[in-house]
Nanobody, 124 residues
């Protein structure tokens, strides 16, 4: 499964962005999808996850109440709506999928396919 992440940019504190993760494989709708981020000098952090079957969602504490993950199966796309952006949200954002049909969030196994990343920069 090839994933294409897009929607990053440079914004000011308090602004919003919507990231998209598009896949060409129609089985994408059957898989859990996660968003991750990695800031310079820091470890990769799981930000959010959306399941395919049981409706489960996951958000990191640092983004709860500000970020919303959703999916449009007709478009084979998962979104990450990011509101009230803060400088600490600055990072490269990646989407990934486990390629396991019906998995929940977080998935039991590893994420197997990753997008190329999109840069989000938030200035104060």
């Amino acid at each position: 499964v090839q994933l294409q992440a897009s929607g990053g940019g440079s914004v000011q504190t308090g602004d919003l962005l919507r990231l998209s993760c598009a896949a060409s494989d129609p089985r994408f709708k059957d898989y859990a999808v996660g968003w991750f981020r990695q800031a310079p000098g820091k470890e990769r952090e799981g930000v959010a996850c959306i399941s395919s079957g049981d409706g489960s969602l996951y958000y990191a504490d640092s983004v709860k109440g500000r970020f919303t993950i959703s999916r449009d199966n007709a478009k084979n796309t998962v979104y990450l709506q990011m509101n009230s952006l803060q400088p600490e949200d600055t990072a490269v954002y990646y989407c990934a999928t486990d390629r396991v049909a019906g998995s929940s969030c977080p998935p039991a196994g590893p994420y197997r396919s990753w997008g190329q990343g999109t840069q989000v920069t938030v200035s104060s």
